[in-house]
Antibody
């Protein structure tokens, strides 16, 4: 069983930078074969994948938001941090962090399904 | 891009329900299904087209290949009324379908 917990501000102003933290207690983000994703869901709308980071530090971002997103890991705290710049009211959403197992052959790894999700944190962008 | 149909459906307890997901290009077998209830995080139901996640009832099943996939519920139960999403894990960026809401008739 993997537990993930999101933390961060509930309210940000337009143009501000959002910093969200995902804590995965009990797991080494370097040694465990896993990827941590951020996914968001505006109220009443569909899921949107934002980015993920592998245990080997490989990162990938959704194309439409790539210029605004930065992912990093703090392995000593078992945390993954998402930074999203220049927030806009359309970015109002529940933000989830979630885990994918990695399938590896030698040094080559890939992910597929997302098997554990955090409870999500609602971020509202408003002045 | 992942396209789900229908957008929503109404069904009765005991009905068989089928939801379709189409990919804009081949995604091999990297297709997964999730169930989401209001106010809750999504839950993985099926991965790699047809493998049931641990603890998921056997009335759920998945099939398909290439670009066309389906999720079926053989006999709808009250707890199955929810929104269902498909997701491709074949290539980055990962993408989700738009969701199918299953409502009580």
């Amino acid at each position: 069983q993997v537990t993930l917990k999101e933390s961060g501000p509930v309210l940000v102003k337009p143009t501000e930078t959002l910093t969200l933290t995902c804590t995965v207690p009990g797991f080494s983000l370097t040694n465990a074969r896993m990827a941590v994703s951020w996914i968001r869901q505006p109220p009443g709308k569909a899921l949107e994948w934002l980015a993920h980071i592998f245990s080997n530090d490989r990162k990938s971002y959704t194309t439409s938001l790539k210029s605004r997103l930065t992912l990093s890991k703090d392995t000593s705290k078992s945390q993954v941090v998402l930074i999203m710049t220049n927030m806009d009211p359309v970015d109002t959403a529940t933000y989830y962090c979630a885990r994918s197992p990695l399938y590896c052959s030698g040094d080559s790894c890939y992910s597929n399904e997302i098997d554990f999700w955090g409870q999500g944190t609602l971020v509202t962008v408003s002045s | 891009q992942m396209t789900q149909s229908p957008y929503s459906l109404s069904a009765s307890v005991g009905d068989r329900v089928t939801i379709t997901c189409r990919a804009s290009q081949t995604i091999s077998s990297f297709l997964n299904w999730y169930q989401q209830k209001p106010g809750k995080a999504p839950k993985l139901l099926i991965y790699s087209v047809s493998t049931l996640q641990s603890g998921v009832p056997s009335r759920f099943s998945g099939s398909g290949s290439g670009t066309h996939f389906t999720l079926s519920i053989s006999s709808l139960q009250p707890e199955d009324f929810a929104t269902y999403y498909c997701q491709q894990g074949y290539s980055d960026p990962i993408t989700f379908g738009g969701g199918t809401k299953v409502e009580i008739k």
